[in-house]
Each structure stands twice: as structure tokens, then as C-alpha cells.
């Protein structure tokens, strides 16, 4: 049975695969597939997995599984969140991948610092994962894992965010902790548990 994984973000590629591998499921992703990337017009996570699986499954004809994912930061009032792509976006460093994030990062430390010496650095990993059929059957699980927003960067492993995120309980940021200790977890793990519980249990190889 093939899955698609519509995804475009190869570090969610790679946690997904890994997570998904004790279950025989074949993983295609989106990219390899050559399908389009949708415009994330929703509001919310789920808005958003939800029109990226359906989008995948239509094109591709087969079952399809995305995830909508950020930080939020509580002293933002949960900014950036659903947003948290489109604050790396632009481009300030054309041509030197890895540093848009960094500039996003440093977005949110310095509206932190903006509010006074002593602030609240609480904030939270959110992941939602859609599932959807191409006759439009879908399913929706969510994880989320909190912890503190931590400067300066930290650490080489992980993607996006991970080097800024030290998991509550933890001294070393999600960057620093290798892949497996990351996906005992984090919020993708979280979801991943909803999801497997729902749709592949009593699969596991
Ligand atoms: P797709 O939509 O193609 O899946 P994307 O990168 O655009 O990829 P999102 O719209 O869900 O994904 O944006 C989520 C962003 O939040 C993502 O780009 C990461 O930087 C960040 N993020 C999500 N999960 C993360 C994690 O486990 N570690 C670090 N950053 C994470």
C-alpha cells in the first residue's frame, strides 16, 4: 500500500519516513511525485494539513498524508504559529540556504527582548497531521510538546526552528538531541501516536 508523504519541507520528510517505517507502509513524497505545492490559505493547522492531503491524494490518486506545523511563542500571543513558514520566507540572504531561518528566528527573540528584561519564554511545538483518500474520506490527528524559546541557536541537527526549541524537563535544544531521542517526543511524535493507533495498529513489523 502506497502513501504519499505531501510534504516539501525535507526535514519533516525524513521524522515522517523514520516514524512511519516500523509500520510496511511505502512512502512516496510529494516531491518525488512531482506534484504542486498548494497555497496554505488556511487559519489553522488542520485547515492547512487538510488542503495539502487532499490536494496530494487528488493528484496523485492515492492516499495522502500531511502535516501543519509551528511555534508558538506565549508572550506573542501564540505568534508565529500557522504562520511560522512565512516568517522565513523572505530572503534577506539570497543564495545562502539556512539563514532566512535564522533571521525568523531572531524575529521572535527580538520582539521577546522588546518586552522588558524579564520575559515569559514559554512557547510550544504544534503539529497536525491530515490524512485523506482520494473518494475525500480524511482524518485528523494533532500533537503538540512545550517547551522554552531559547537564545542564541543551539545545535546542528533537526530543521526550521529546532536549534532556538529546548523541550520542557531538557537542557539541550531539539538541534543538539539526536534524531531518535527528537522523535520519542516531540509533537510530530505525539501525532504520529493518534495517527498509528487509529490507522495502522497491529501493523507494526
Ligand atoms: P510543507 O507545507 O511542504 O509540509 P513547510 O515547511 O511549508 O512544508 P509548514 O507550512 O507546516 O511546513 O510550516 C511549518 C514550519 O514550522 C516549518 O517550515 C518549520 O520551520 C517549523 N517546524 C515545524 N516542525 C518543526 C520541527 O519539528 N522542528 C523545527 N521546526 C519545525
Not at 524579564?118 to 490524512?131: N, P, Y
Not at 531538557?170 to 527528537?182: I, M, Q, T, V, W
Not at 516531540?186 to 493518534?194: D, G, P, Q, T
Amino acid at each position: 500500500e502506497r502513501l504519499v508523504i505531501a510534504t516539501h519541507n525535507a526535514g519533516k520528510l525524513r521524522e515522517i519516513s523514520g516514524l512511519l517505517a516500523p509500520y510496511g507502509v511505502e512512502c512516496v513524497s510529494a516531491g518525488d511525485l512531482g506534484l504542486p505545492e498548494p497555497e496554505e490559505t488556511g487559519t489553522t493547522f488542520a485547515e492547512n494539513a487538510l488542503l495539502k492531503a487532499h490536494a496530494a491524494a487528488a493528484a496523485a490518486q492515492l492516499p495522502a498524508l500531511a502535516d501543519d506545523s509551528g511555534l508558538s511563542v506565549a508572550a506573542l500571543e501564540g505568534r508565529p504559529g500557522v504562520y511560522t513558514a512565512d516568517w522565513a520566507e523572505r530572503q534577506w540572504f539570497e543564495g545562502e540556504p539556512g539563514r532566512d531561518w535564522y533571521m525568523a528566528m531572531g524575529k521572535v527573540e527580538g520582539l521577546l527582548c522588546a518586552q522588558g528584561p524579564v520575559v515569559d519564554r514559554s512557547c510550544w511545538f504544534s503539529c497536525t497531521l491530515a490524512i485523506a483518500w482520494p473518494d475525500g474520506e480524511e482524518a485528523v490527528y494533532e500533537g503538540r510538546i512545550d517547551g522554552t524559546f531559547s537564545w542564541p541557536p543551539r545545535g546542528t541537527m533537526g530543521f526550521g526552528y529546532d536549534p532556538v526549541f529546548v523541550p520542557a524537563g531538557h537542557n539541550l535544544s531539539f538541534a543538539e538531541l539526536p534524531l531518535d531521542r527528537k522523535q520519542a517526543i516531540s509533537h510530530r511524535a505525539v501525532a504520529f501516536e493518534k495517527l498509528v493507533a487509529d490507522q495502522f495498529a497491529g501493523r507494526a513489523r
